[in-house]
T-cell receptor, first 116, second 113 residues
Framework: GAGVSQSPSNKVTEKGKDVELRCDPI?????LYWYRQRLGQGLEFLIYFQGNSAPDKSGLPSDRFSAERTGESVSTLTIQRTQQEDSAVYLC??????????????FGQGTRLTVV | GQQVMQIPQYQHVQEGEDFTTYCNSS?????IQWYKQRPGGHPVFLIQ?????EVKKQKRLTFQFGEAKKNSSLHITATQTTDVGTYFC?????????????FGQGTELSVKP
């Protein structure tokens, strides 16, 4: 596609349920990021995938959060046993890969998650 | 872990006034990028700075990268209502043949006409 695509755009879930968020990066982009943005707040780094390297999971807030990426394509962010504090917009971004790291990130429109 | 601090959190100006936001990293950065997020939208790339001491201009916007590659600033001259939004700096740490992007908390700019 022309840009980064995220689905669903909105998700309302009951506390305690699991949710899965999807990100389709721009074709050919080897770097993929997930961020969380709470209302009126900044972008909180969650996880970073780069090609076939082990992902950088240092930003995942708890073991309820996990993410996978198949090769250099689709990524899914899974939140288990959702809590109300998980309510936020989850943004995905992708960037072209090596040989240079000096490239911009392209963001999807985000998934707005509301836990009730 | 790596942190990027950005101040101020909010800035309210009268149209025509200048605006500046500052960014500081706890570690030396490979480069720094700036993004703008309009209300209800997603961050959109503005510019990146790579070299120590680099200064770049985009019309009324001036971006600077510090000599130590740990701080940066964005200055807007004579703000307009179209400048409204949240401005984020993002520090790039290159490793794994790619780069980890860490964002500052953002500065939300409101412009009163």
């Amino acid at each position: 596609g022309a840009g980064v695509s995220q689905s669903p755009s909105n998700k309302v879930t009951e506390k305690g349920k699991d949710v899965e968020l999807r990100c389709d990066p721009i074709s050919g982009h080897t770097a993929l990021y997930w961020y969380r943005q709470r209302l009126g707040q900044g972008l909180e780094f969650l996880i970073y995938f780069q090609g076939n390297s082990a992902p950088d999971k240092s930003g995942l807030p708890s073991d309820r959060f996990s993410a996978e990426r198949t090769g250099e394509s689709v990524s899914t962010l899974t939140i288990q046993r959702t809590q109300q504090e998980d309510s936020a917009v989850y943004l995905c971004a992708s960037r072209p890969g090596p040989p240079t790291g000096n490239t911009e990130a392209f963001f999807g429109q985000g998934t707005r998650l509301t836990v009730v | 872990g790596q942190q990027v601090m950005q101040i101020p959190q909010y800035q309210h100006v009268q149209e025509g006034e200048d605006f500046t936001t500052y960014c500081n990293s706890s570690t030396t950065l490979s480069n720094i990028q700036w993004y703008k997020q309009r209300p209800g939208g997603h961050p959109v790339f503005l510019i990146q700075l790579v070299k120590s001491g680099e200064v770049k201009k985009q019309k009324r916007l001036t971006f600077q990268f510090g000599e130590a590659k740990k701080n940066s600033s964005l200055h807007i001259t004579a703000t307009q209502t179209t400048d409204v939004g949240t401005y984020f700096c993002a520090g790039l740490l290159i490793y794994n043949q790619g780069g980890k992007l860490i964002f500052g908390q953002g500065t939300e700019l409101s412009v009163k006409p």
